[in-house]
């Protein structure tokens, strides 16, 4: 499986906050030692780190292995899921609990765990979806916290009749999260608009998949972005934007953020890489190979847009959204394009997406490249320090990063299951040559070398102080207030 004593050589470790020359030695899978002449243990494997960027494991917010969806299961599982974001530099996933409604948020926690448990290859954590809203469902997110290291919640604006919920209910669901401490997540689209305009659709002619992208365009992923978090921010309670896929999903983010509004905004490697021009070429397949939920937008500029706002921290972190049907799962939308299950990969290819479009196209330098892939979402989820920064103390998950070195994306050369790369043919500057998971050499140089079973469950604790700090210190100063006055005394007309 590799190695326990590790000593990382002349490289340049980079963190969100500072670049700076140093060695970084680990053993039992915690780094030790950061700095120059070191002592290390002579049986400690070497790593030439010299020239490269020594960065922390990337962290990918949002993942769906082995997702049971519409009729089929996606086909990156936990193994070769985690194998393959392994191979692109990422240490750790945070996956999706989610089932139907009804059926009880506990109990599916305990069925992904009996999936991801005997697979998973790097440290992984898992974020609890909320698709009905009860009594039960309350008493069971406090279990989830307390006792199952749960600490974000993910409601949909999306899916009618399937995963979505309502007004109502996305108040109270949201002040419990934050009576918890959680983290509220949100998909945010607006279900009834896309039933019915996918209705619509239909009955003009349009099956295939660019009738997808067309009954939900940008502006109802707009609306939906803001009103949850007017919703979230009745309540005081902190929201994060999932998979921010449009200009006006951004604005809208941008604009709560300067009324003060505690929003976390995730736009994802597919989002940042790739456009929804796609769903209009010739070839079914390819366009129904980029299907996903929200769509990719038409608008080329999209992800130039993202990155733009993404370096300057008006978003905040970034996922993938991997979720992978092969295209004879998506035939089964060959007649009608709601039918085709919705998802992308992008597990294996988001650090060197975003390096390529962000710190090799000049947007972004080095420190914030490891804050959007890393740092920024171990704070969140309140994994800080033991993840997203090389520091003694840390966990050993440390990527050896070739800032000039490229590879071409493609289906035929990546490690994820599925047949299609929505990023085929794209050429990256920036490649992890070595990467390092609690503590042990699992990729050098293209070799990979790891085993099932072997990552660990990341329980996380609640009210982070990322997220929270603001949220407490508004509930201490700034509470209504009624206005002194004397009773009114007057005539009240009778009823």
């Known amino acids: 499986m590799g190695d326990r004593k590790v000593h990382v050589k002349g490289g340049t470790v980079v963190n969100a906050d500072h670049m700076f020359e140093a060695d970084v030695y680990c053993e039992t899978g915690i780094i030790q030692q950061v700095g120059k002449n070191l002592k290390v243990p002579e049986d400690a494997v070497v790593v030439d780190a010299t020239g490269k960027y020594v960065i922390p494991g990337g962290i990918d917010t949002h993942t769906h292995m082995q997702l049971p969806f519409m009729g089929t299961v996606a086909v990156d599982d936990f193994y070769l899921g985690t194998r393959a974001a392994l191979a692109g530099g990422t240490t750790m996933i945070i996956d999706f609990v989610l089932g139907?409604?009804?059926?009880?948020?506990?109990?599916?926690?305990?069925q992904w765990r009996s999936w991801a448990d005997p697979k998973v290859c790097c440290d992984y954590s898992f974020h609890v979806c909320i698709t009905w809203w009860s009594k039960q469902v309350s008493d069971e997110m406090d279990t989830l916290v307390r006792e199952k290291g749960i600490n974000s919640f993910k409601m949909f604006l999306a899916y009618k009749d399937v995963f979505m919920l309502h007004d109502g209910e996305l108040l109270e669901v949201f002040a419990r999260c934050k009576e918890?401490?959680?983290?509220?997540?949100?998909?945010?689209?607006?279900?009834?608009?896309i039933a019915t305009m996918g209705e619509k659709m239909i009955k003009m002619?349009?099956?295939?998949?660019?009738?997808?992208?067309?009954?939900?365009?940008?502006?109802?992923?707009?609306?939906?972005?803001?009103?949850?978090?007017?919703?979230?921010?009745?309540?005081?309670?902190?929201i994060y934007i999932v998979h921010v896929m449009s200009k006006c999903a951004a604005r809208a983010i941008m604009s709560n953020k300067e009324r003060g509004a505690v929003v976390f905004g995730e736009p994802i490697a597919a989002s940042l890489g790739t456009d929804g021009t796609h769903y209009r070429h010739k070839c079914w397949r390819h366009a129904a190979a980029h299907v996903m939920g929200p769509p990719l937008r038409p608008d080329p500029t999209?992800?130039?847009?993202?990155?733009?706002?993404?370096?300057?921290?008006?978003?905040?972190?970034?996922?993938?959204?991997?979720?992978?049907?092969?295209?004879?799962?998506?035939?089964?939308g060959t007649k009608d394009f709601r039918q085709i299950p919705n998802g992308v990969?992008?597990?294996?290819?988001?650090?060197?997406?975003?390096?390529?479009?962000?710190v090799y196209s000049g947007k972004m330098d080095p420190c914030r490249f490891v804050d959007v892939t890393s740092t920024t979402a171990a704070k969140i989820f309140n994994m800080y320090p033991a993840k997203g920064v090389i520091a003694v103390g840390s966990d050993a998950d440390i990527v050896v990063w070739d800032p000039v070195a490229t590879r071409t994306i493609s289906a035929k050369t990546h490690h994820q299951a599925v047949d299609y790369n929505i990023f085929e043919g794209m050429e990256c500057h920036g490649v992890p040559l070595v990467v390092i998971c609690q503590g042990r050499v699992v990729v050098d140089h293209g070799t990979i070398d790891v085993m099932k079973g072997s990552g660990r469950y990341i329980s996380r604790a609640p009210f982070s102080e990322k997220v929270y700090f603001r949220v407490?210190?508004?509930?201490k100063v700034i509470q209504p207030t009624a206005v002194e006055r004397e009773p009114y005394t007057g005539p009240v007309i009778k009823l």
Request: a negative charge; aromatic letters at 4%; hydrophobic letters at 30%.
């Open 100 to 110: 139907p409604k009804g059926e009880s948020p506990l109990k599916m926690y305990d």
């Open 180 to 193: 918890l401490g959680a983290l509220a997540q949100v998909h945010a689209e607006n279900g009834d608009i």
């Open 205 to 238: 002619g349009i099956t295939g998949p660019e009738g997808h992208e067309m009954c939900r365009p940008e502006e109802v992923e707009g609306e939906a972005t803001n009103r949850a978090i007017v919703l979230a921010s009745q309540v005081n309670c902190p």
């Open 302 to 332: 999209t992800p130039d847009y993202l990155l733009n706002l993404l370096a300057k921290g008006d978003l905040d972190c970034t996922g993938t959204d991997n979720c992978t049907f092969n295209a004879d799962q998506k035939a089964l």
């Open 345 to 358: 990969n992008g597990v294996e290819d988001r650090m060197s997406v975003i390096w390529e479009k962000g």
């Open 472 to 475: 407490k210190q508004r509930d």
